[in-house]
């Protein structure tokens, strides 16, 4: 083989993907972002100008604003409840014996793959009306006197959403949890730490990095849901997910909907990049 | 390592408790003997198994979406291969970039994919096409396949190359009769997260699917947004059980830690 040859390998071993990516991802993207700038009407339909028409809607209007302020208060209720209570299941998981250890990581991992429609169903069944389960076990702990509004609410949203994300905070504290080095946590309580003070300034701060990268996931996965707003959620509750889809799919404004799922798009990365950054300085410091 | 006490074993249950009630729940109630929803106690029936090949829409939505399953998870896992070999091999100009672009269908939200695939094909004629849904699920499960080729091929021992390179073997004996054999384990690893990945979506495919072209996660939505009656509950427990099973499959042959978490160049 040739220098040339050499050095044109590794483009033309990755050509086939390469051209699958620029023809299905980056051309449709690049549509999607033009489409946003598109005009459209009643009936005349897509017309192919240039005017930030849909943007100064999305961007001013009170109804988009109430719209993104109420997806991301969910994703961020997801997210604090997927990081306080995943996080100790995912401590509790790597203190377990062998057997369970890997039976219980899989029940709680596997049903990342069950379709997010059958779960969110499961949710739809358990919240159903005044009558359903949740209600009845939360009354009958006593934990309240009268029945939870759950489906078609914020709340059940935030309870189904949190059940489907929640393998993802598991994972990424469990992944943290393997770094760790018992010998640290023994040293500790061998020099008289008790079990709270070794959680607390011993385990807690080598997982944070786990528990914030998991917060990241979580947290965009929550924000762009569709599956489970939509179903939880209904046609009233609207999140930035299922309203682009009800300008695509219902009100056929698709330039609309693509402002609404470019700038769902751009927020997030930004939200992203944003906080992978700040944990990667705030954590460079401390490991080096 | 210290054990848990009883107040961890029993958070621990409860949580146990939270994550599998409602897939329980979508199995338990499929079994209702009524005619609504209704959890039963006394009285099993298979009656609404049974009336699922009554629907055919769900029954051909099943076949089309194990089809595409294994047609794009193989597609992808093909084109995977030759990518993961120039990333794990060579260092060249444009190889981060180019492993973020690959990678990226994980960090674009679906609805975005979807709503830009549901723009690009009506353009371009392949509208609620079966072609269009395999290009889409190609590329959505695109990064599940190249993790797994790439964690493959990075741990592959080129000594044993050499040796057959020494040995006098031509490269293109060299790759089938050394390299491809070496990282099967990971391609068909790659291929089984793939299928199940594009088995289960539902968002991106949502917009790009017509009445003919509906996928069974599809299907099931369209129908819960009408209605929710047993016959949904029972075509779920159905999903459940075979994803399970896969699952358990997976998990020997594996092991679902190192499937999930995977040792990708980047980590994720």
């Known amino acids: 083989m040739g220098a040339v040859a050499v050095r044109a390998a590794p483009y033309l071993l990755s050509l086939p993907a390469l051209l699958?990516?620029?023809?299905?991802?980056?051309?449709?993207?690049?549509?999607?972002?033009?489409?946003?700038?598109?005009?459209?009407?009643?009936?005349?339909?897509?017309?192919?100008?240039?005017?930030?028409?849909?943007?100064?809607?999305?961007?001013?209007?009170s109804y988009f604003h109430e719209m993104f302020w109420r997806t991301f208060r969910i994703a961020f209720f997801v997210t604090l409840l997927a990081a306080?209570?995943?996080?100790?299941?995912?401590?509790?998981?790597?203190?377990?014996?062998?057997?369970?250890?890997?039976?219980?990581?899989?029940?709680?991992?596997?049903?990342?793959l069950i379709s997010v429609v059958a779960r969110t169903l499961g949710w739809a069944l358990l919240f159903g009306g005044n009558s359903g389960l949740v209600n009845k076990a939360l009354m009958s702990a006593g934990l309240i006197s009268a029945p939870l509004p759950f489906m078609f609410t914020e709340t059940g949203v935030v309870v189904a959403l949190a059940h489907v994300l929640m393998p993802y905070m598991v994972l990424a504290v469990w992944a943290a949890l393997q770094r760790l080095d018992p010998q640290i946590e023994n040293a500790a309580v061998a020099l008289g730490a008790g079990p709270f003070t070794v959680l607390r300034r011993i385990v807690l701060p080598q997982v944070m990095p786990g528990i914030l990268s998991g917060a990241i996931i979580v947290f965009a996965l929550a924000a762009s849901?569709?599956?489970?707003?939509?179903?939880?959620?209904?046609?009233?509750?609207?999140?930035?997910?299922?309203?682009?889809?009800?300008?695509?799919?219902?009100?056929?404004?698709?330039?609309?909907?693509?402002?609404?799922?470019?700038?769902?798009?751009?927020?997030?990365?930004?939200?992203?990049v944003g906080a992978s950054r700040l944990v990667e300085r705030r954590y460079a410091q401390v490991f080096g | 390592m210290s054990k848990n006490g009883p107040l961890a074993l029993a958070y621990h249950t409860l949580f146990v408790t939270f994550m599998?009630?409602?897939?329980?729940?979508?199995?338990?109630?499929?079994?209702?003997?009524?005619?609504?929803?209704?959890?039963p106690t006394d009285n099993w029936s298979?009656?609404?198994?049974?009336?699922?090949?009554?629907?055919?829409?769900?029954?051909?939505?099943?076949?089309?979406?194990?089809?595409?399953?294994?047609?794009?998870?193989?597609?992808?896992?093909?084109?995977?291969?030759?990518?993961?070999?120039?990333?794990?091999r060579y260092r060249f100009p444009?190889?981060?970039?180019?492993?973020?672009?690959?990678?990226?269908?994980?960090?674009?939200?679906?609805?975005?994919?979807?709503?830009?695939?549901?723009?690009?094909?009506?353009?371009?004629?392949?509208?609620?096409?079966?072609?269009?849904?395999?290009?889409?699920?190609?590329?959505?499960?695109?990064?599940?396949?190249?993790?797994?080729?790439?964690?493959?091929?990075?741990?592959?021992?080129?000594?044993?190359?050499h040796a057959a390179v020494s040995l006098g073997a031509s490269e293109?004996?060299?790759?089938?009769?050394?390299?491809?054999?070496?990282?099967?384990?990971?391609?068909?690893?790659?291929?089984?997260?793939?299928?199940?990945n594009s088995f289960d979506e539902v968002t991106m495919t949502v917009f790009i699917a017509a009445p003919g072209t509906e996928t069974l996660p599809v299907r099931m939505f369209l129908y819960i947004q009408d209605n929710i009656d047993p016959l949904v509950t029972s075509v779920s427990a159905c999903v459940i059980a075979i994803t399970v099973a896969a699952l358990v499959v997976m998990d020997r042959a594996y092991g679902l830690e190192k499937l999930l978490v995977g040792r990708g160049v980047d980590g994720r």
């Not at chain 2, 055919?56 to 089809?67: C, D, G, H, K």
């Not at chain 2, 293109?172 to 990971?186: A, C, E, F, Q």
Request: glycine content about 8%; some cysteine; hydrophobic content about 60%.
């Open chain 2, 46 to 88: 298979l009656r609404w198994f049974y009336a699922i090949a009554r629907y055919p829409e769900f029954v051909s939505a099943f076949w089309r979406s194990l089809w595409l399953g294994a047609l794009s998870s193989a597609i992808a896992v093909a084109v995977s291969v030759p990518a993961a070999l120039a990333i794990a």
């Open chain 1, 84 to 112: 306080l209570f995943g996080a100790p299941e995912a401590y509790i998981l790597n203190r377990m014996r062998s057997p369970w250890r890997g039976l219980f990581l899989l029940v709680i991992l596997g049903p990342l």
């Open chain 2, 94 to 161: 444009g190889r981060e970039a180019m492993t973020t672009l690959f990678m990226s269908p994980l960090m674009i939200p679906h609805i975005v994919l979807g709503i830009a695939f549901l723009r690009f094909f009506t353009q371009i004629g392949l509208g609620g096409t079966f072609v269009g849904l395999v290009l889409a699920h190609i590329v959505i499960v695109l990064p599940f396949a190249l993790r797994l080729t790439l964690a493959s091929a990075i741990g592959l021992d080129r000594a044993i190359e």
């Open chain 1, 20 to 61: 699958l990516f620029a023809g299905v991802v980056v051309a449709p993207l690049v549509m999607t972002v033009l489409l946003s700038f598109h005009d459209w009407g009643q009936y005349k339909g897509i017309e192919p100008v240039f005017i930030l028409k849909n943007w100064k809607e999305v961007l001013t209007d």
């Open chain 1, 225 to 272: 849901a569709f599956a489970t707003p939509a179903i939880i959620g209904g046609r009233r509750l609207k999140v930035a997910s299922t309203l682009a889809y009800d300008e695509f799919l219902n009100t056929l404004n698709w330039p609309l909907g693509a402002a609404v799922a470019v700038l769902l798009l751009v927020a997030l990365v930004a939200i992203v």
């Open chain 2, 20 to 39: 599998l009630a409602p897939i329980l729940v979508v199995c338990w109630v499929a079994f209702t003997p009524e005619g609504f929803l209704s959890f």
């Open chain 2, 172 to 196: 293109w004996v060299v790759l089938r009769r050394i390299t491809l054999p070496l990282v099967l384990p990971g391609l068909a690893s790659g291929w089984a997260l793939a299928f199940i």
